[in-house]
């Protein structure tokens, strides 16, 4: 009898020790496969000194130098703050938003150099041009910032606008302010407080007079609505904002029906 409990217990152990063994077996890819899932679960944050955070999104931020390709449709910025040349918090890169502009002008007289159209940013035109339309918007320069060999716009090169009171498209190809530190100066600071950003178009004005084209940009200066990516489809005024025709009308900042909108009407200069 004793030699059987023996025995029993004996093939009792060795049972138990091949269970144990077969679940240690079967324990090891479990454990692999838990792992596996926390490290997937992970992958995405990154580790930091303090608590776990999410990395950074690829968020288009205004004043990126990242310029839309000649014809491309895909021109979109953040919208500038008041004054400052900042970037407020629920900029929608993409969708058409209306803020108020300070709507100044330059023209072939005053551009730098005098006497020419060149530009900075060229995106649809080697020089400052356009007609107004959709596919060939204006020339509209904007303020800037230099951080060491760094120059960075205030809207990003190929931004569209609409400015309902003159009728036309415009598109960044410009920057305005000179020096050293033209972040300082007009047009990235120095606007009226009811403006959110400072847009200086092209009013061209090489088939006028000099005394004509400063007449015409006295008359468009102001605060007005300005559309930041634009729909194509508003009424447009297809012309230079001065030209041998004098200045343009203005419309008020109703940005109306689609289609064409009155030519000038009561030429300056």
């Given amino acids: 009898m004793i030699r059987r409990v023996e025995t029993f217990c004996r093939e009792l152990l060795s049972k138990r020790l091949t269970l144990l063994a077969i679940a240690a077996v079967l324990a090891v890819p479990v454990i692999i496969l838990g792992m596996s899932t926390v490290a997937a679960a992970g992958g995405h944050h990154w580790m930091t000194d303090g608590p776990e955070e999410d990395g950074p999104e690829d968020v288009p931020q205004a004043g990126s130098q990242d310029v839309p390709e000649a014809g491309s449709e895909d021109a979109s910025g953040g919208l500038p703050s008041g004054g400052s040349g900042g970037v407020p918090a629920g900029a929608v890169s993409g969708d058409a938003e209306t803020i108020r502009a300070f709507i100044t002008g330059f023209s072939f007289f005053d551009n730098t150099p005098n006497g020419s159209a060149e530009i900075s940013h ?63 100066g007009p047009c990235h600071v120095g ?30 200066s102001g605060v007005s609505d300005a559309l930041v990516n634009p729909p194509p489809d508003l009424p447009v005024v297809a012309e230079s904002i001065f030209g041998e025709g004098g200045c343009t009308q203005q419309f008020g900042d109703s940005a109306g029906a689609g289609g064409v909108a009155t030519p000038r009407t009561a030429p300056i200069g």
């Fill in 122 to 184: 060229p995106i649809l035109h080697q020089s400052a041009g356009g007609t107004g339309t959709f596919a060939d918007p204006i020339t509209v320069a904007v303020g800037h910032s230099l951080n060491g060999d760094e120059d960075v716009l205030d809207w990003p090169a190929g931004t569209r606008f609409y400015v309902p009171n003159l009728r036309r498209y415009f598109i960044v190809e410009d920057s305005c302010g000179d020096g050293s530190t033209p972040q300082d």
């Fill in 191 to 220: 606007f009226p407080s009811d403006a959110a950003t400072w847009l200086d178009v092209w009013v061209d004005g090489e088939g006028g007079s000099e005394e004509g084209a400063n007449a015409c940009m006295d008359a468009i």
